[in-house]
């Protein structure tokens, strides 16, 4: 196991396009999380799942966001009808649990034009 | 509400001294501190931890400090490296979630 894995590492859309991320946590971690991250600032919580629940959402995370993680195994976050707004490095970490840190993935970064 | 502070947004060192960056905060719940430093492109790669049981943490060049009545926190990086050159994150929880503090660019001048 080489770590969490996030695809694509970059994606550049259009406003108004849906986008899709894909997370691949540690497998033995039944902890996975979603961060946003902006210049200048650290990463922000926006939802957690314990194996397939999702557990916590921020209110960062508008109704145009959805995460999924099937199976308790790997995880999607999904943007729907992006904004400008939304262009920031979108992180995966996974966990096995508390009193443990974080593993974060290498992070996709959005461009939305 | 930032829970978790990193008041100096960089910091430059020579090369052999002692790096401190510094960290606060809020909540007197949060029970388990980590540092994660990061390079541009990459996400956060785990440094050391310390749980609220313990004042000092040591893992070879890195020590990690917590003054849990002033809600503080350091870490020393001794001796700088150039290739400690990162931005450094530390983190603060009391249960699932990490809050994060807005990170500490540090420069290692050779």
């Known amino acids: 196991d080489t770590g969490v894995s996030q695809d694509p590492r970059h994606k550049i859309t259009k406003r108004g396009q849906n986008v899709t991320f894909r997370c691949d946590p540690i497998?033995?971690?039944?902890?996975l999380y979603w961060y946003r991250q902006t210049l200048g600032q650290g990463p922000e919580f926006l939802t957690y799942?314990?194996?397939?629940?999702?557990?916590?959402k921020s209110r960062l995370l508008s109704d145009r966001f959805s995460a999924e993680r099937p199976k308790g195994s790997f995880s999607t976050l999904e943007i729907q009808r992006t904004e400008q707004g939304d262009s920031a490095m979108y992180l995966c970490?996974?966990?096995?649990?508390?009193?443990?840190?974080?593993?974060f993935g290498s992070g996709t970064r959005l461009t939305v034009v | 509400d930032q829970q978790v502070k990193q008041n100096s947004p960089s910091l430059s060192v020579q090369e052999g001294r002692i790096s401190i960056l510094n960290c606060d905060y809020t909540?007197?719940?949060?029970?388990?501190f980590l540092w994660y430093k990061k390079y541009p492109a990459e996400g956060p790669t785990f440094l050391i931890s310390?749980?609220?049981?313990?004042d000092k943490n040591e893992d070879g060049r890195f020590t990690v400090f917590l003054n849990k009545s002033a809600k503080h926190l350091s870490l020393h990086i001794v001796p700088s490296q150039p290739g400690d050159s990162a931005v450094y994150f530390c983190a603060a929880s009391s249960g699932w979630q990490f809050y994060f503090g807005t990170g500490t660019s540090l420069t290692v001048i050779p």
């Open positions: 909540n007197s719940m949060f029970d388990y």
């Open positions: 970490a996974s966990s096995p649990g508390h009193g443990y840190g974080y593993t």
């Open positions: 497998s033995e971690h039944n902890r």
């Open positions: 799942f314990q194996n397939e629940a999702q557990l916590e």
């Open positions: 310390i749980s609220s049981i313990k």
